[in-house]
T-cell receptor, first 113, second 116 residues
Framework: SQQGEEDPQALSIQEGENATMNCSYKTSINNLQWYRQNSGRGLVHLILIRSNEREKHSGRLRVTLDTSKKSSSLLITASRAADTASYFCATDAGNSGYSTLTFGKGTMLLVSP | GAVVSQHPSRVICKSGTSVKIECRSLDFQATTMFWYRQFPKQSLMLMATSNEGSKATYEQGVEKDKFLINHASLTLSTLTVTSAHPEDSSFYIC????????????FGPGTRLTVL
């Protein structure tokens, strides 16, 4: 079964607004990570939240994790045009060592000036 | 953060040829590297996990004879697409795990492969 389904698939907002993206998954996880990808580029790691954490902040980013609902959200506050990118959640469900990440389909965010 | 490079960034080849993509961890040693494939407007799909000094572990549906992986050193893994065909055209991304940062994978910039 596929992990990490994001919604919405696409989100279009104006600069200054907040952007919220959601991710749902199906099995137990060790941690959940959010990545950003600019068009045709590699991935940039944004934030990692462990299964025993409920909320984490990093600059304008706020991530929540609800393991009972198997869902996570990424909030970008005061968005900027430079935030335009695709955002992916990835779940790590392994038990030890380096576990494989399973990526969701992503949310394409467009921030207009 | 840790830096991972890929070479080449873009390659165009004729059908039937083989293409080698390199993935290097520049400032750390990576005992484990991962290879992903991404089709346009789609997510990353894990192809294989590459362990230094041992055989790669391929995901279901990925042909190991088609996608040869060699992880010869702690800083270099290579993916060779053998006898490439147009359907192999894709964006190939590698990542490397840094033992200093448990379970965080650092991603390379990707390689765009176009098979004519």
């Amino acid at each position: 079964s596929q992990q990490g389904e994001e919604d919405p698939q696409a989100l279009s907002i104006q600069e200054g607004e907040n952007a919220t993206m959601n991710c749902s998954y199906k099995t137990s996880i060790n941690n959940l990570q959010w990545y950003r990808q600019n068009s045709g580029r590699g991935l940039v790691h944004l934030i990692l939240i462990r299964s025993n954490e409920r909320e984490k902040h990093s600059g304008r980013l706020r991530v929540t994790l609800d393991t009972s609902k198997k869902s996570s959200s990424l909030l970008i506050t005061a968005s900027r045009a430079a935030d335009t990118a695709s955002y992916f959640c990835a779940t790590d469900a392994g038990n030890s060592g380096y576990s494989t990440l399973t990526f969701g389909k992503g949310t394409m965010l467009l921030v207009s000036p | 953060g840790a830096v991972v490079s890929q070479h080449p960034s873009r390659v165009i080849c004729k059908s039937g040829t083989s293409v080698k993509i390199e993935c290097r961890s520049l400032d750390f040693q990576a005992t484990t590297m991962f290879w992903y494939r991404q089709f346009p407007k789609q997510s990353l799909m894990l192809m294989a996990t590459s362990n230094e000094g041992s055989k790669a572990t391929y995901e279901q549906g990925v042909e190991k004879d088609k996608f040869l992986i060699n992880h010869a050193s702690l800083t270099l893994s290579t993916l060779t697409v053998t006898s490439a065909h147009p359907e192999d055209s894709s964006f190939y991304i590698c990542s490397a795990g840094d033992a200093r940062s448990y379970n965080e994978q650092f991603f390379g910039p990707g390689t765009r492969l176009t098979v004519l």
